[in-house]
């Protein structure tokens, strides 16, 4: 190649028109290019084939309509979708999101950042990402099974288990997936690991509920090994109290560290002695209650609620957003930073605003990036996947070593990409690393 091509070519080159509107998109692709400019300059086989131009698309997306009663007798409404990002290193991989914050745009780009998460498990799955408008809160357990009934029966035509096989996300736990899972198997007559999170008794695999959560310890732990530095005794604010928070928190406790801080839509609750492990169990065992609210937690565990409000001002050495995107902007980082916290590791996805993320790096906090940091509950579904394909049920023990080994695997990867020094730029070493895996898989395959 002659000239070096320019970032800002790379992106106009590969997005065209198409993305123009999409900010979301071009956002997180922009960031993309920018981590891999080189690489890309120096592979022309990635130029000639086009490798940039077809992770900018989708492979597929899939929208369809869901028509469901509710209690009742009421006929609703709601649209459902499934963007499958890439299959180049695996059938298509990735959670189901049921919220009223759902449509296509946060998908596409749900789904770019899933097939680059998921090539940092070094398993092999592609990138997905669905989910529907719906709203779960407030519905009863009959209208949350009716509902996900009437979604498979939309979706079981575009998934399968060498095909795509979703999972649970944002509002979307284990119930969901059991329902789902249910009438597909009834749908398709085939008993199959189709899906990711199921229960214990029909192929689920032990520590799939722990694991986002687990994992988001085990990578900020191997991040302050790195630096010769260990949890014990620091403290955290942690958003959410659902899946990803909840084991992010009981395992923060389990290493040390003080948990100050849940938080959910409605407020946050702050324990300035630290949440026990007894108590987050006792949250984890509630969240799923119709109408549990954490708020009611406040008097019983020795803290106070904050209504309204997010945990950004809290005291802490540690910040880790669990809850969902853009929960973090540039006044909550000028917030954390002046009251002493100097680490951000990411359980939710994409929970930063770009201008939060210039931000912590122009503040020179150590950042784990989501699309790292959170990839153990995606990669234990790959070994629930492994599972189901030999028929077998693994131990928890033998499950959580496999599990701490991947994310110490994908730390080094980011570390090998992104600066072997005491502080790695961790998101430039997760999209290089990933890239790589990705562009290579396509470029084997020849122009398809
Ligand atoms: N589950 C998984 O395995 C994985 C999840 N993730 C990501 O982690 C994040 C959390 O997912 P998960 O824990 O599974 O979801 P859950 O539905 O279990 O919990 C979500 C939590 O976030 C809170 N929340 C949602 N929206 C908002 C908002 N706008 N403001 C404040 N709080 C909010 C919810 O509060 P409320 O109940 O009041 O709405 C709830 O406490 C998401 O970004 C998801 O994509 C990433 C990797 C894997
Ligand atoms: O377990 C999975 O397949 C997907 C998890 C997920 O949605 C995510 O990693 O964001």
């Not at 790379?10 to 997180?28: E, I, N, P, Q, T």
């Not at 409404?77 to 914050?101: E, T, W």
């Not at 928890?396 to 080994?405: P, S």
């Amino acid at each position: 190649m002659s000239e070096a091509l320019r970032q800002e070519d790379l992106v106009k080159s590969a997005c065209g028109k198409r993305h123009a509107a999409d900010s979301m998109f071009l956002r997180g692709f922009s960031d993309l290019v920018e981590s891999v400019v080189d690489i890309v300059n120096q592979r022309t086989e990635y130029v000639e084939s086009g490798i940039l131009e077809r992770l900018a698309e989708p492979d597929r997306v899939v929208s369809f309509r869901i028509v469901w009663l509710d209690d009742a007798g009421e006929v609703q409404v709601n649209r459902g979708y499934r963007v499958q990002h890439s299959n180049a290193i695996g059938p298509y991989k990735g959670g189901l999101r049921f919220a009223p914050s759902v449509e296509e745009g946060i998908l596409r780009r749900l789904a770019f950042e899933q097939t680059l998460k998921n090539a940092l498990t070094g398993l092999p799955m592609g990138g997905a990402k669905g989910g529907a408008d719906f709203d779960p809160k407030d519905r009863s357990k009959a209208e949350i099974m009716r509902f996900c009934q009437a979604f498979i029966t939309e979706l079981h035509k575009e998934i399968g288990p060498h095909r795509d096989i979703p999972a649970g996300d944002i509002g979307v736990g284990e119930r969901e997936i059991g329902y789902m899972f249910g009438q597909y198997k009834r749908i398709t007559e085939t008993f199959s690991g189709v899906m990711t999170g199921k229960g214990l008794e029909f192929g689920g695999s032990c520590l799939r509920r722990e694991a986002t959560g687990f994992g988001v310890i085990y990578f900020l732990e191997a991040m302050l090994k790195h630096r010769g530095e260990a949890i014990d005794g620091r403290s955290a604010a942690i958003s959410g109290a659902g899946n990803v928070a909840t084991h992010a928190a009981k395992r923060f406790a389990q290493t040390g560290g003080k948990v100050l801080t849940l938080s959910d839509s409605r407020g946050f609750l702050h324990v300035p002695e630290g949440l026990s492990e007894e108590w987050i169990d006792q949250i984890v065992a509630a969240h799923d209650d119709p109408g549990f609210r954490l708020e009611t937690m406040a008097a019983k565990v020795g803290g106070s609620w904050h209504p309204g409000d997010t945990p950004w001002r809290v005291a802490c050495d540690i910040a880790l957003p669990c809850a969902t995107e853009n929960e973090i902007n540039a006044a909550a980082v000028a917030s954390l930073v002046d009251n002493g916290c100097t680490i951000v590791v990411e359980g939710a996805n994409l929970p930063l605003t770009t201008e939060a993320r210039e931000a912590v790096r122009a503040a020179g906090l150590l950042y784990g990036p989501g699309k790292v940091a959170n990839i153990g509950g995606v990669a234990m579904s790959g070994l629930e996947l492994s599972q189901n394909a030999a028929r077998l049920h693994w131990s928890e023990e033998d499950l959580a070593q496999d599990l701490r080994r991947i994310i110490e695997e994908a730390h080094t990867l980011c570390v090998a990409h992104g600066g072997d020094d005491k502080q790695p730029d961790y998101e430039r070493g997760a999209n290089r690393a990933s890239f790589i895996r990705v562009a290579e898989a396509m470029t084997a395959f020849g122009i398809l």
